[in-house]
């Protein structure tokens, strides 16, 4: 029978298709349990990756608790996948079995539309998510938190060898949605510089980039208390607190990008303040609730309010390339498949420095 999974329609039997094993929330109590389902077998374009570890991304907490009001249960999460590959299909010519491998965000595009042609399949109308997506023919993807994936070489990196695989992981979608705008938006020039709002998963490696790129960094945050981290463990050049109207004042005009990772309700104009003329202020953060903005500040400056959504295939390769040339990974909380569940309460009160990754190789089958 003919199937779509993961982006790919393949003609398969039951007989084929490989078992695996994941952990799944069934309603929207979130709460994940073991899951067991089936693979497609690994065709002439796909790679089949051994999973060993895999990040867990704030976009998942919100996924298996249904607030976005668009999840299909069984939910598999997970899109910052590494592991080896164990399989390669005839037409596969960039990785051979036992290569370190990725998966981020994506697993499919149409491949003819304006932005595949332009190596943005994020911003592709068809694109396939690599898990809670659905496929042409009705079929849901399935992610990370599970044994094995396999995916269409198209949709898959290369993780330089000198990254540990580890700390690498959370790169495939925290590392390229700040690493993607800075590029796009050209904002990676040395002696620029970039404020970053908020701490937490995606702004501790924005401060990474951003210093690796040689700009100038402030952390913008509301805790006082994340002053030393920001400056003395991430490198980061100075510090604001956005709730201190002297500080913020005294930054007026200083920055020639922010990038605003924060995904709670906030107040913009502060921030739009910050900016140089025709400075950008980049949005990679989701709030839930819609944010309230002023035309005035955009006007006077020639300032611009933007969003970007991860980034394409070609980019997020780039991106772990720059990261193994800069030794750029993120700094994680590495733990056992059991504890996930202890892991998202924790997530969801912001309590981890700065992103978990499950050991989905060493605890998963004992979960």
Known sequence: ???????????????????????????????????????????????????????????????????????????????????????????????????????????????????????????????????????????????????????????????????????AAPLLCAGITVYSP??????????????????????????KFGKAFGMKVTVISTSVKKREEAIDRLGADDFLVSSDPQQMQAAMGTMDGIIDTVSAKHDLVPLIALLKTKGRLVMVGVPEHPLELSVGPLLFGGKTITGSLIGG????????????????????ELISADYVNKAMERLAKADVRYRFVIDIGNTLNGA
């Open 313 to 332: 295939i070609k980019d997020t390769q780039e991106m772990i390339d720059f990261a193994g040339e800069h030794n750029i990974t993120a700094d994680i």
């Open 182 to 207: 800075m590029k796009n938006l050209q904002l990676n020039k040395p002696g620029k510089h970039l404020g970053v709002v908020g701490l937490g998963g995606l702004g501790h490696v924005a401060v």
């Open 1 to 167: 029978m003919a199937v779509t999974q993961n982006g790919v329609k393949v003609t398969t039997t039951e007989e084929d298709r490989r078992k695996a094993i994941g952990l799944a929330a069934r309603d929207n109590s979130g709460v994940l349990s073991p899951f067991h389902f089936s693979r497609r077998a690994n065709g002439e374009d796909d790679v089949t990756i051994k999973i060993l570890y895999c990040g867990v991304c704030h976009s998942d907490l919100h996924q298996v608790k249904n607030e976005w009001k668009n999840t299909i249960y069984p939910c598999v999460p997970g899109h910052e996948i590494v592991g080896l590959v164990t399989e390669v299909g005839s037409k596969v010519g960039k990785f051979k079995i036992g290569d370190k491998a990725g998966v981020g965000c994506l697993v499919g595009s149409c491949n003819s539309c304006e932005s595949c042609n332009q190596n943005e399949e994020n911003y592709c109308s068809k694109f396939v998510l690599t898990y809670n997506s659905v496929c042409a023919d009705g079929a849901i993807t399935y992610g990370g938190y599970s044994d094995k994936i396999v995916v269409d070489q198209h949709f898959v990196v290369k993780v330089p060898e000198n990254l540990a695989m580890d700390k």
